[in-house]
């Protein structure tokens, strides 16, 4: 289990990493081209110029891609926050055993002991 030192120590790492994704977030969804915003019919009030309309989809794919990594992100701090508050952070989700602290310094939001989260890891890649 880990010491209340440590709990203390990652929540305040997991609440400035919310308060940063948060951010992110908020940026990619008020400024800039947004993939939410593009017209089902491909009409909006962008140059049509084929390059032009290229670019302006590249952009709002990869924004839309950024924000889902980031909101991801935020679920995995939030979960992690939740595991602090509820006694259970540090307890990998899969097999139940405790998460080393140098996994937990490294990436605070851990939810999976290392050996869980690279077999997860291969059976993704697998499908």
Known sequence: MVSQDIRDEMKQSLL?????LEREIANIVSGGVRGDT?????????DQHPADAASELFEREKNMTVQATLEQSLQDVNSALHKI??????VCESCGKPIPEKRLRAMPEALHCIECRSRMDRENARR
Do not use: N
């Open 85 to 90: 508050e509820d006694g259970t952070y540090g």
């Open 38 to 46: 593009f017209l089902a019919d491909e009409s909006d009030a962008i």
């Open 16 to 20: 400035v990493e919310r308060q940063r």
